[in-house]
């Protein structure tokens, strides 16, 4: 039988260790120099603040036996760092924030699903992720400037703000994303990028540069801009978006501007644009429709080598008209709708000129003379094809009396 004098003691050793276990794992930031460091948080299931590992940590770092950190996850300049991982950490609620780690090559988070901001700048060295749980939860991601080829381990179902820019070896980004709070920026990544966003219904503002392919099947508002800029995609389909911006304020632009290779452009059920309806210098689209177009808010502004756009159900357009292009187009159907109490209300340019591709947007007013004359233009074509049918049917005739 113990005598209490023995377990008194050990109950006060057992006191004083749990003190300090708790001590540890209350403290507001957590400071990880080397492994060992990383040990002592071992007993900890939830960390109540921040862990910084430090520029002086080097080699590997695991930190193994925290679930959930309510603060921050924080490793910056730590030059001589190889490998940063953890078996258990499934909850970062603050920032997750790596940046200027130019020997991490392994980045592990066996059980992470939940972060508040993943914020990865400057990482030349790490070429994939290992995340097997995958991240499906987090308020704003920034990727900027890493070796990885690959997102995957990141598939979110929510985002506020979505930034991916300068991952020059990025091959493929898919993701579940349903709507976008705030904005997506993806820019300046590897040439043959291909994106993908097959669940999209909304997003605040979207713009995409450098991608070799896009995918927004669902997407039906853009509540903000969208704009395609110096892409090499061949073609764009939205088969579901109906409006982008708020022609109530006027804001949100579409915007097509240096696509050298896009020639096919469908939003079959796109109705307003918000701001203006902007198509620039993308020299292999040669015709541009927008059938259920019906109210712009700002102003509709189309340069390059297509022929007459076809607008036929525009209603209203609150700014300016400027079209030109290289190929002979019908403006008279177009400046039979501009003036004061008409559908176009701003200043009016219809033309044909001979480098329309290297023309912006213009408040010179003017038009070019056609023979036909329609809004769309079909119904006049269809007009002339007949006729001409006609007059070749009639030489016929005379040729056989």
Request: with cysteine; proline share 3%; net charge negative.
């Amino acid at each position: 039988m113990f005598s209490h004098k023995v377990l008194l003691p050990a109950f006060a050793v057992l006191s004083v260790a749990s003190a300090q276990t708790s001590a540890i794992c209350s403290q507001a930031t957590a400071t990880i120099n080397s492994q060992a460091d990383a040990t002592a948080l071992a007993d900890c299931a939830t960390i109540s603040g921040s862990v910084v590992v430090s520029s002086a940590a080097s080699g590997v770092i695991s930190i193994d036996g925290p679930q959930q950190i309510k603060g921050d996850l924080i490793c910056e300049n730590a030059g001589g760092l190889t490998s940063l991982s953890s078996i258990s950490i499934g909850t970062i609620t603050g920032s997750f924030t790596l940046n200027n780690l130019t020997l991490l090559s392994t980045l592990s988070m066996s059980d992470l699903q939940t972060v508040g901001t993943i914020a990865w700048t400057a990482l030349p060295a790490l070429s994939e992720l290992t995340f097997p749980s995958t991240v499906s939860k987090a308020t704003s991601v920034t990727i900027s400037n890493t070796f990885l080829s690959t997102l995957d381990g990141i598939n979110l179902e929510t985002v506020q703000t979505l930034q991916i820019d300068n991952n020059n070896r990025l091959k493929t980004f898919s993701t579940q994303i349903a709507n976008v709070s705030s904005s997506v920026n993806i820019n300046a990544n590897g040439d043959s990028l291909a994106v993908s966003f097959p669940n999209l219904i909304w997003a605040a503002n979207m713009t995409f540069r450098n991608v070799s392919s896009i995918s927004i099947p669902s997407l039906a508002v853009v509540n903000g801009s969208l704009g395609f800029y110096g892409n090499y995609i061949t073609s764009l389909a939205a088969p579901n978006l109906t409006s982008v911006g708020s022609s109530a304020t006027g804001s949100g632009s579409l915007a097509f501007v240096s696509n050298d290779k896009l020639a096919n452009i469908s939003l079959p059920l796109l109705t307003s644009v918000g701001g203006a309806d902007q198509i620039a210098n993308n020299t292999e689209l040669s015709s541009i429709s927008f059938p259920e177009l019906s109210t712009v808010g700002g102003a509709i502004d189309f340069s390059g080598n297509f022929t007459t756009p076809l607008l036929p159900s525009l209603t209203n357009v609150k700014g300016g008209f400027n079209v030109q292009s290289e190929q002979q187009i019908d403006c008279s159907g177009f400046q039979s709708e501009a003036g004061s109490g008409k559908v176009i209300q701003g200043t009016f340019t219809c033309k044909t000129t001979a480098d329309a591709s290297s023309i912006g947007s213009s408040t010179s007013s003017g038009s070019s003379a056609s023979a036909t004359s329609s809004k769309g233009a079909a119904a006049s074509y269809g007009f002339s094809e007949v006729a001409a049918g006609v007059s070749v049917l009639g030489g016929l005739l005379q040729m056989l009396l």
